[in-house]
């Protein structure tokens, strides 16, 4: 479920409704998908659909036999049909949908019995489904106001000598993943990965600067510099908070700051 909340996710980024889907076989996930109805301006674009057809083609079959969906909203009528249609063993769903889920709530399509397939069928309880209901009741509003920022990806050709100082700076990653690995800052975080299109040096070092809020600047800077942070430039006033800027072997850099007020 966690792989479905993170697809659910990306649909924020064009606005979608977040719903993250995953066909897991075997433990593993062989098909994902988000809500990309907006996106595609297609009304079938939903995310079970998206991750039953990767499925099929990740594993050459149409039937999806031994296979389990996990999605974090209780699936429609059109894909509680197309778990059917799969055969899906098992739909597992994080919040129930009283307004258009076809599994318990507006019908029971996986319980019908003149159906010839019928899946097996749970909801979660516990703090997944409380996210992903948190998730569900966010405002899509106009022009991404209520769009949250969530991290940085940073591409690097040399992943250790970058983990290596950062490790130094704010202790082990806090994940690690496929070669990726990252530390979570409150609800944010960044990445760092292997990526063949980066070769040495960044031409342009200011192009990309994530940045790290603290409400006490001077005292991390401090606390970075003596664990071996490259400082550009030392903690200086703006706008009424603290700004300090630092960079690592690649020369990308990151800032620390006083926490900004949000615009309403
Ligand atoms: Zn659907």
Request: charged share 25%; proline share 6%.
């Amino acid at each position: 479920m966690a792989a479905a909340l993170q697809a659910a996710r990306q649909a924020i980024e064009h606005e979608d409704v977040p719903i993250g889907a995953v066909v897991v076989h075997d433990g593993i996930v062989v098909g994902t998908g988000h809500n990309a109805r907006e996106l595609d301006r297609d009304p079938t674009a939903h995310a079970e659909l998206i991750a039953l057809r990767e499925a099929a083609k990740t594993l050459g079959r149409w039937r999806l036999t031994d296979c389990a969906l996990y999605v974090t909203l209780e699936p429609c009528a059109m894909c509680a049909g197309a778990a059917v249609l799969a055969r899906i063993d098992l739909v597992v769903f994080a919040t129930p949908d009283p307004k258009a889920g076809a599994v318990q709530s507006v019908a029971e399509l996986l319980d019908l019995g003149a159906l010839n397939h019928h899946p097996k069928w749970r909801v979660l309880r516990g703090s997944r489904r409380e996210t992903a209901r948190g998730m569900q009741d966010r405002p899509i509003t106009e022009g991404g106001r209520s769009m949250k920022f969530n991290g940085v990806l940073i591409g690097t050709d040399d992943p250790g000598k970058l983990k290596a100082y950062y490790t130094k700076l704010f202790g082990k990653p806090g994940w690690e993943d496929g070669g990726y690995f990252g530390w979570q800052f409150g609800d944010a975080g960044v990445a760092f990965g292997a990526h063949d299109q980066v070769k040495g040096k960044n031409q342009q070092p200011g192009r990309v600067i994530w940045g790290l809020e603290s409400s006490d600047v001077k005292g991390e800077f401090a606390r970075l510099k003596a664990a071996g942070a490259t400082v550009v430039r030392e903690p200086y006033e703006m706008g009424g908070g603290w700004i300090a800027t630092l960079s690592d072997p690649d020369n990308n850099y990151f800032q620390l700051m006083s926490p900004m007020p949000t615009p309403a």
